[in-house]
């Protein structure tokens, strides 16, 4: 008997067991059933990855079903909620047993560490592209939002940054001497739910860091109609990215290069006091538009702002 | 300036207004932002589109759009939720920008119909393929399932079968008199919403005809762990599809095609009179597993059971 499009779902993907209790109806029947206890709003958002376009063919199956649920879960923390479930359409190109049983294998051990439970999907046959819907719950009106920085606000990164970007840069062919973290870090990013908890509250705007710092603070800088001052030599660097930027003088690298998924966020210097998230602070927010970018005493011209489509 | 992904997504879908009460925050942030009101739990569907899979390349992208919310539309009602939201994923070749207005206009046209709003989405480069997650309200432990069909319950359908399926057949090169009606079912597919909302507390089982009667009701008696008799007499078809029935010989077709998108639905015979909904009462629900579809007073063999990828 050829696998059916149903059993493929059924064999793979239900052998979770339903553990949210915010879930009322998992995987088959025309939609799921969700509750959202009293006081809080539901988090939504999507993400799609494309083979060849973000990510290589021949990938880890294993490694991609991490990193698409870890990127869509990314944007969950960002927002301060709590996951809570997903939904995945899968278009695939042959029904191939080991790459959905990694892939699935990769999805769903990344799900049950945060109690997110698989609730439905698509899965329909064409050239291989993930598409992931998450979905979390967030205290009434508290949601960390892109469009609340103020003047003033000190400017934090959780974790560090531009090891993504050159696992990268590893991947198509830079040598690193001890590549391994920096691999680990672009195959198989850590969402940072656990800090968008924290900083509930605390927090003025927050996002995670997809396409790059300097992308991606831009969003929160226009959104918030404020400009900021980063300091370069403040920024979160690993010894290995400190190696790359020795060796190709390529400073900009941990600005532009994306797949971090750490958290920017900006407090308030009254209650940076509050803070409890391990995190660096890296400037300060400022009245006057734009991002300016202090590199040994003097602003530097920031020549790419992330990486977008179709540009 | 090329197109950014951002200008993008802002130029052709950002142009609705938020209208619906539960939408708290809309189109970009991280995350959207929806309020799920009291007594009620929140219905999660998604349906992806390929092209050459799901559509033939060069539809009309008004009818594609429309087409694609639909089909989530149509998932909502048959469990008898009230649509709320929508996200949706594009993966596009290229920005074509004739396309995409198009697209948009029939995709927004119909979320305006019914109060739904676009509340975020994706845009990737790649291959055509569309996917979109919808959301509705339904009041607390009343959905609408698969799999509470009882003996005895009597078998509805709303409107009529095979018609898109003709619409398919006439794309395809069938010569048909009066061709209109049926490409109109196939290209711009009515999602049953009212009908779902007012089945709460009237139907037992309810599912929405994607993948043609046979095969969805299949999925009805499967859940529910019962039989149906069908009668083919009793199946509401229209003047087109019982003259190309005639021309061909080809009774089978209104049960094993696809994209109807009416509801199958059953009701306990005591409850029977509380039907507001138009529709036609098609067969019984027995104990005995199996689907048993009577045509001239005998059994008649089902050779296809719906369309299925990968089969």
Same mark, same amino acid.
């Given at each position: 008997?050829?696998?059916?499009?149903?059993?493929?779902?059924?064999?793979?993907?239900?052998?979770?067991?339903?553990?949210?209790?915010?879930?009322? %109806? =998992?995987?088959?029947?025309?939609?799921?059933?969700?509750?959202?206890?009293?006081?809080?709003?539901?988090?939504?958002?999507?993400?799609?990855?494309?083979?060849? $376009?973000?990510?290589? !063919?021949?990938?880890?199956?294993?490694?991609? @079903?991490?990193?698409?649920?870890?990127?869509?879960?990314?944007?969950?923390?960002?927002? #301060?909620?709590?996951? /809570?479930?997903?939904?995945?359409?899968?278009?695939?190109?042959?029904?191939?047993?080991?790459?959905?049983?990694?892939?699935?294998?990769?999805?769903?051990?990344?799900?049950?560490?945060?109690?997110?439970?698989? +609730?439905?999907?698509?899965?329909?046959?064409?050239?291989?592209?993930?598409?992931?819907?998450?979905?979390?719950?967030?205290?009434?009106?508290?949601?960390?939002?892109?469009?609340?920085?103020?003047?003033?606000?000190?400017?934090?990164?959780?974790?560090?940054?531009?090891?993504?970007?050159?696992?990268?840069?590893? +991947?198509? =062919?830079?040598?690193? !001497?001890?590549?391994?973290?920096?691999?680990?870090?672009?195959?198989?990013?850590?969402?940072?739910?656990? *800090?968008?908890?924290?900083? /509930? @509250?605390?927090?003025?705007?927050?996002?995670?860091?997809?396409?790059?710092?300097? @992308?991606?603070?831009?969003?929160?800088?226009?959104?918030?109609? &404020?400009?900021?001052?980063?300091?370069?030599? *403040?920024?979160? %660097?690993?010894? *290995? $990215?400190?190696?790359?930027?020795?060796?190709?003088?390529?400073?900009?690298?941990?600005?532009?290069?994306?797949?971090?998924?750490?958290?920017?966020?900006? &407090?308030?210097?009254?209650?940076?006091?509050? %803070?409890? $998230?391990?995190?660096?602070? /890296? #400037? $300060? +927010?400022?009245?006057?538009?734009?991002?300016?970018?202090?590199?040994?005493?003097?602003?530097?011209?920031?020549?790419?702002? =992330?990486?977008?489509?179709?540009?």
């Amino acid at each position: 008997m050829p696998l059916t499009e149903f059993s493929l779902i059924q064999r793979f993907f239900t052998r979770q067991r339903v553990k949210n209790p915010s879930t009322r %109806l =998992g995987i088959g029947d025309d939609c799921a059933l969700l509750s959202v206890p009293d006081g809080y709003e539901l988090a939504v958002t999507t993400d799609t990855m494309v083979e060849n $376009v973000h990510f290589f !063919a021949g990938t880890d199956p294993e490694e991609l @079903g991490h990193k698409l649920l870890a990127v869509n879960l990314s944007d969950l923390a960002s927002m #301060g909620a709590k996951p /809570i479930s997903v939904m995945l359409a899968l278009t695939l190109p042959k029904v191939d047993e080991p790459w959905l049983s990694g892939f699935a294998q990769g999805f769903l051990a990344l799900a049950e560490r945060y109690s997110v439970d698989l +609730i439905g999907g698509d899965t329909t046959s064409g050239p291989l592209t993930l598409t992931v819907q998450a979905m979390g719950l967030v205290p009434k009106g508290k949601a960390l939002r892109r469009s609340c920085a103020k003047q003033g606000d000190f400017i934090y990164l959780t974790g560090s940054l531009g090891d993504a970007g050159l696992g990268l840069k590893i +991947i198509r =062919g830079y040598h690193c !001497a001890y590549p391994d973290a920096a691999l680990t870090r672009f195959n198989r990013p850590n969402p940072q739910v656990a *800090a968008g908890l924290a900083l /509930i @509250g605390i927090a003025n705007a927050c996002i995670d860091l997809s396409d790059g710092l300097a @992308g991606d603070l831009g969003h929160i800088l226009e959104q918030s109609r &404020v400009g900021a001052r980063l300091d370069w030599e *403040a920024l979160p %660097l690993s010894d *290995a $990215v400190r190696a790359y930027i020795y060796g190709t003088g390529d400073w900009l690298m941990p600005l532009t290069a994306g797949d971090d998924y750490e958290l920017c966020f900006t &407090v308030s210097p009254e209650k940076a006091a509050l %803070l409890t $998230v391990d995190c660096t602070k /890296i #400037g $300060v +927010i400022e009245a006057a538009p734009g991002l300016r970018l202090y590199k040994s005493g003097a602003v530097q011209p920031l020549t790419s702002k =992330g990486y977008e489509h179709f540009s």
